[in-house]
């Protein structure tokens, strides 16, 4: 108990080790009875040096090695880099490549938001809709395997295109997986939208309007469902999203329930784009090369990850290694949603809450937060940049 609150206020610490934590954060709640009234998160406890790794290995052993930034999105993490690189050496990769990276894209979209349904009606005490949902998650995972023979990592691209075609047998499997997944997605849909107990732990939940979600940068389907209008693949269309387009799933409730309606009809978009892909998929090569020492140079690439913008920073210098990747992950961004939301919300509501914006730790392993006393000096941004640190609180 903090001696400067009052006897009705206490300090809960949960982490960095906690049962109820997947993976290791350290977050301290200070609650009025039941109710949250400040919230701070100290993350960065998985860091594992990938950035500063990638200087030291060549442009297509950075490519499996980003992969591993996260499992859930390692495609999408790929495809920012390769389309990084491929900028660099101003080369583009054939249309069919861009359409094979677009299905793999969306089908790994699928695969995250199955994932993350299951997660956040666990977190609730749903755990009947996650088993559900994990059991027809298998179906995408099964289709990935079957495309690339890897159920996680997927390793589909390659510098200069992909590695792997889409066979008339691979066209077969997916149609009928995409047909099985969008019955059960549009039964989890109206699950979502008319269970009353569902409602009575998600509606007006963690609510962030508009204003709010602008000013604290939120992305993905975060921000969708506050009414953002934010879709790399819309507002900058990468690889073919441009001949296969993404509609904007937008909704303007902002709260826990409005994010689940996001997250679906996001899936039942992606089983639109699935089909449109392999109904009019280009002919031609997977591949042209890309030289192994790229010119110095430097660039940015962006791309839609299931949770948000995928940001990445590649400069060259005229050798066959980068000399630096930066890479800003939309977990980052979103941080700050969630320690705005949970406050005035029950504590019981935080793992939900928390859930809800789709966490991936591991993606933060760049964030350091300072404690600071009240007598001592007040930073200012400028310090913060100058230590390159990156600070929420």
Known sequence: MDNQTSKSKFIVPIGPQHPALKEPGHFTFTVDGEVVTDATVRLGYVHRGIEKACEE?????????????????????????????????DVEAPPRAQAIRTLVGELERIHSHFLWLGVAAHEGGFDTLFMYSWRDRETVMDLLELISGNRVHYSINTLGGVKLDIT???KTALLKGVDFLEKRTEHYLKVVTTDETFLGRTRGVGALSREQADLLGAIGPTGRASGVPRDVRIDAPYAAYADFPANLILHEGGDLSARFVVRMKELLDAYRIIRDVLDRMPAGDLSVRVPRRIAENETISRVEAPRGELFYYIKSNGTDMPERVKVRTPSLCNWGTVLT??????????????????????????????????EEQIWTWEDFRRYGIEYYK
């Open 57 to 89: 290995r060549n442009y297509a052993q950075d490519m499996y090695l980003l992969e591993r930034v996260c499992g859930i999105c390692s495609h999408v993490h790929a495809t920012a880099f390769v389309l990084g690189v491929e900028k660099l050496a």
């Open 341 to 374: 939301t949970v406050i005035g919300q029950k504590l019981a509501d935080v793992p939900m809450i928390l859930a809800g914006m789709d966490p991936c730790f591991s993606c933060n392993d760049r964030m350091v937060v300072i404690e600071r006393r009240a």
């Open 168 to 170: 008339p047998e691979h």
